[in-house]
């Protein structure tokens, strides 16, 4: 690891400006990724600025919704009863990814701004456009059985890791985030940036943006919500594919829905085409299906990951059947 500078800030503010006056300057608060990727030499800030002190914790219960502040364990949010009743899928997602004693660590905020598991990222011997631009992309002709058919280019096709931002996708969250300009919020597929020429840039976040919080709002869709993780193990493992979402039913019918995947893509993929295939549908294989193949009409697999595709349909038809119980 290279010397850098350790530094604590006392508010937002000061943590703001602590990172703005020098360039690649980053926050730490639980440090689950960062301090991963700087022992292998992937990340080298010159400074590290302490967060984890501020108040920036808890969930706050709204007239229309939650507030979860960017510092709040993933394993305290999993296990909120507000979430766990109105925002399943949010609680499932955070409990299925990573370990136990991480999730005690990790924080929503860093959560969603975790860097991709593409080896050929975290290994400093392989080219890669998103470590070093214009590099090249060795994941391109080598292993990629774990890369994106989805939102992909031959600049990267690495996978957006996460679980949760997934069921964020589908939970139509919103990321607040304290900038120059003050506070702004930033709808939750806002956040994240496909690779086009510049798969370095991986959110429209500046430097010195700081995410505060994350709201949700609540809905009939959202507490009738589930999140399904397809892996290679049933423990701290990253997804082959993921699906998260949200159902209103009314009279026998899907009145709206929203749908997300993960593990395909490079960013949380929202689907709307499958969700407007889905709303005013009878729930039922048959809609289910339909859906699942709009999903990933455009997806471009590579020689290692075709069978992601049909893995990710049939993750959706799974996920909802479960979601729409005896109505399906």
């Keep these: 690891m290279q010397p850098f500078e350790f530094v604590v800030a006392d508010s937002p503010a000061s943590a703001r400006a602590l990172v703005r006056e020098v360039d690649g300057a980053r926050y730490y608060a639980g440090g689950t990724t960062l301090v991963d990727l700087m022992k292998g030499g992937v990340e080298t800030p010159p400074r590290v600025v302490d967060i984890s002190h501020l108040a920036l914790a808890g969930v706050t219960l709204r007239p229309d919704g939650v507030r979860i502040g960017a510092l709040a364990r993933n394993s305290d949010v999993a296990n909120d009863a507000t979430i766990a009743a109105r925002f399943p899928a949010l609680a499932q997602a955070l409990l299925s990814g990573a370990s136990g004693q991480i999730r005690n660590a990790a ?22 456009n998103k470590r070093i631009p214009g590099s090249g992309c060795d994941a391109l002709a080598g292993f990629n059985r774990g890369h994106a058919v989805l939102g992909a280019n031959d600049a ?46 991986e959110h429209a976040l500046a430097h010195g943006d700081l995410i505060v919080a994350v709201e949700l709002r609540f809905a009939a869709a959202h507490e009738r919500s589930q999140y399904l993780k397809v892996r290679d193990r049933a423990s701290y493992e990253f997804a082959l594919v993921s699906a998260a979402c949200g159902v209103e039913l009314a009279g026998g019918t899907i009145r709206s829905a929203r749908l997300a995947l993960g593990g395909v893509a490079t960013v ?56 729409c119980g005896g109505a399906a």
């Design 107 to 128: 924080t929503i905020g860093g959560n969603l701004l975790q860097r991709t598991r593409c080896s050929y990222f975290r290994e400093t011997r392989w080219n890669c």
């Design 156 to 201: 990267c096709i690495a996978t957006y890791p996460g679980d949760m931002a997934v069921a964020l996708s589908a939970l139509s969250a919103h990321v607040v985030v304290e900038g120059d300009g003050g506070e702004r919020t930033i709808a939750i597929d806002d956040l994240f940036l496909l690779p086009g020429d510049t798969p370095q840039h």
């Design 268 to 323: 949380p993929w929202h689907v709307p085409e499958a969700e407007d295939a889905l709303a005013g549908a009878a729930p039922g294989a048959e809609a289910f299906r339909h859906a699942a193949e709009l999903a990933l009409a455009g997806a471009v697999p590579r020689a290692h990951n075709a069978f992601k595709i049909e893995l990710a349909k049939r993750a959706i038809v799974r996920v909802l059947e479960s979601v």
